[in-house]
């Protein structure tokens, strides 16, 4: 009980420092393929000591004010069901179910309290959001429902422990459509180019966040950064095999790094585009995968 605690204080930290170094690497990667110099690496976490710092000077009523801690919340609640390192804080049967209902509620929070600031951009973000969510999240879901078929289990534990043995046992290979459609998910989940309709700086100045500041948008960047070992670490366990502390976080940045040279180098979709290119091919892959595995 006493590891369970520990863990339950430590881990939460330690990806949260992860997930802004994460953060930062994706700034100076990308200025550094465009030919610039970049902010260095820990900048995001400057960012974040800096605006905890400040005052939260805008309110727009209590569900502005609750919407970043809903994000925060939920990110880390999803993050106490998935197995970081193989260390989950909670394992049963189902946690994967449980782990796909919780990664909703965090977005949905983020967008109850954008909605209430009143901001035009806000609301066009947490339409974009909304949308592109309806389209990403079908595809992911397929993806692991082959994966949950395949090992005829719905627990993280038990999907890892079947891919013991080393990289060739892993479920990149026989499930392989099923992983490229998960990947392909997972660019929109991440955020990334062409899929970062939802904050776009250039055409809605950040979207959902333009009315958040000081500690609002520092628990914001932590939400973030959270969300960016969640949804790269769901992708190490069904498909990666896991692996300890060390290795875990090899893989799961590995994954961010192939998002990362596809975002340096696609424009972005229009929201429409976005819509219909997940209904197409990717959900496509996504239900041949499935098709393989049931036949």
Do not use: C
Request: charged share 10%; proline share 5%; net charge positive.
């Amino acid at each position: 009980m006493s590891d369970k605690i520990l863990w339950a204080i430590f881990m939460p930290i330690l990806v949260i420092f992860i997930g802004l170094i994460y953060m930062g690497l994706a700034r100076k990667i990308t200025a550094r393929i465009q030919n610039r110099y970049g902010p260095p690496f820990y900048q995001n976490i400057i960012d974040v000591i800096k605006l905890l710092s400040k005052k939260n000077t805008i309110s727009h009523g209590v569900m502005f004010d609750l919407g970043p801690i809903l994000a925060f919340t939920g990110a880390l609640l999803t993050l106490f069901f998935l197995p970081v390192g193989n260390k989950p804080l909670f394992s049963f049967q189902g946690d994967i179910i449980v782990v796909l209902y919780l990664m909703v509620i965090a977005p949905l929070g983020m967008a109850l309290g954008a909605g209430n600031s009143g901001n035009p951009n806000a609301a066009i973000g947490i339409a974009r959001a909304l949308t592109l969510m309806l389209g990403y999240e079908v595809v992911m879901v397929i993806a692991v429902v082959a994966v949950m078929i395949y090992d005829n289990t719905a627990s993280f534990m038990d999907i890892i422990n079947a891919q013991k043995g080393g990289i060739a046992h892993w479920h990149l290979w026989p499930l392989f459509l099923s992983a490229i459609a998960m990947d392909i998910a997972m660019q929109a989940m991440l955020g990334e180019k062409p899929f970062d309709q939802p904050i776009a700086p250039h055409e809605i100045a950040s979207g959902p966040m333009v009315e958040y500041g000081g500690r609002y948008l520092s628990m914001l960047q932590m939400y973030h950064s959270i969300g960016i070992i969640i949804e790269t670490g769901l992708f190490v366990n069904l498909f990666l095999g896991g692996g300890n502390l060390l290795w875990w976080f090899v893989k799961s940045f590995a994954v961010f790094f192939i998002a990362l040279l596809i975002n340096a180098v696609m424009p972005r979709f229009r929201i429409g585009q976005a819509f219909r290119f997940y209904w197409s091919y990717p959900a496509l892959i996504g239900i041949l995968g499935l098709i393989v595995i049931l036949v």
